[in-house]
């Protein structure tokens, strides 16, 4: 068996929740391949309290450009808040470093060919913390829908019903275009419908509606989407922070086979439910249950994986033309919603107006004057 390259260098930038929880309990498992030797904070008080925290000798800095002329790290961690993202990916990126960044990797698809931009004139790669693909039974579920054997997927649903209340846009960046780039669409289904564009494959157009029902944001709080594959499957998608009974849910109905998961921040091998239609044997149906292996989607799976190709020196899962068509659905859902019309894949580039925002400047959804 190939012997594993050094420990990898890593550096946070942003020490809050996402970061001192998710990442810090990523990078401890896999306290054999990584070593976390800086973190960045503007705020002082919260950089020592996360010190402390990591233990070892962690360097502290207040500035993301003197941690990278005087670390140089491997990888980059980013947990900052989404209209940051940009400028950090791209100056990790520069420097020579990895980046794994929290969702939304960046604000518009502009921003987006920027980052391309950087990882080809690199040679690094950005990643974006989409965890809910890395669990073993997503990873089974895909296998068997791509190897045809639940038969072609037909109808599918894809459901992030959430609550959120005005506390948490009191929050000044939360639920403004420019510091998060959206409402529900863009901060919280992101992860359910970015799993069902994995599991089925390129989207080929999309209808949507949103509205702004309760919350006093500029984005919506509420989005719905019908959505035609480039299989010819068709799905409904809908991104909500206004219910009460919290859920995250995923059904696709195929030749041979209802997949089912439900779960709500994160999916274990039980949340998957397979339901054969009445011709398929009880003999073949048996074949579909997920592996005996249960590896829970969490950043720890998808950091294992983004090791495995820097060791490999190949571009990591989560980049690339694969984070961009994320990226682009929801562009395509806001388009569509805002404008009427359906969208088409490959529609949105320089020159349309949603290619540089996603609320493409609409009047009614445009940013509004803040005292």
Avoid at 87 to 112: D, F, I, M, N, R
Avoid at 162 to 171: E, F, L, P, Q
Wanted: a negative charge; charged letters at 20%.
């Amino acid at each position: 068996m190939p012997q594993r390259p050094h420990r990898r260098s890593v550096a946070v930038v942003g020490t809050g929740a996402i970061v001192s929880g998710s990442h810090l309990s990523a990078l401890r498992a896999h306290a054999d391949r990584v070593e976390l030797v800086a973190a960045v904070d503007v705020d002082e008080g919260r950089l020592e309290a996360f010190r402390q925290l990591a233990g070892g000798e962690v360097a502290g800095y207040t500035s993301m450009d003197a941690m990278l002329d005087a670390v140089r790290p491997e990888l980059v961690l980013i947990g900052t808040p989404p209209s940051l993202h940009r400028e950090q990916t791209t100056a990790a990126l520069k420097s020579g470093a990895w980046v794994l960044c929290e969702k939304p990797l960046c604000l518009s698809l502009a921003e987006y060919d920027e980052i391309a931009a950087a990882e080809e004139s690199s040679g690094a790669y950005a990643s974006v913390v989409f965890q809910h693909r890395y669990g073993s039974g997503a990873v089974h579920a895909r296998e068997l829908i791509a190897g045809g054997r639940v038969g072609a997927p037909l109808v599918a649903h894809c459901q992030t019903t959430w609550h959120r209340d005005a506390a948490y846009y009191a929050v000044p960046w939360r639920g403004r275009w420019a510091t998060e780039g959206g409402g529900p669409t863009m901060g919280h289904g992101i992860h359910q419908y970015d799993l069902l564009l994995h599991l089925l494959g390129p989207w080929a157009e999309v209808r949507a509606m949103a509205a702004r029902l309760v919350h006093d944001t500029e984005s919506e709080d509420v989005s719905t989407a019908l959505v035609r594959f480039g299989s010819g499957a068709l799905a409904t998608v809908v991104n909500s922070v206004l219910s009460p009974d919290e859920v995250s849910r995923i059904r696709i109905d195929c030749a041979d086979a209802t997949i089912e998961l439900t779960h709500l921040y994160g999916h274990r091998n039980d949340d998957w439910v397979y339901t054969p239609a009445p011709h398929v044997a009880a003999g073949y149906a048996a074949a579909w249950h997920p592996p005996a292996a249960d590896v829970p989607s969490s950043h720890a799976a998808q950091l294992g994986a983004l090791l495995d190709a820097y060791d490999s020196g190949v571009r990591p899962p989560g980049s690339g033309p694969d984070a961009r068509a994320t990226l682009e659905f929801a562009a395509a859902l806001y388009k569509s919603a805002f404008t009427g019309p359906p969208v088409l894949a490959g529609e949105i580039g320089p020159g349309d107006p949603f290619y540089p925002a996603m609320h493409g400047d609409h009047p009614d959804w445009a940013p509004k004057e803040r005292a």
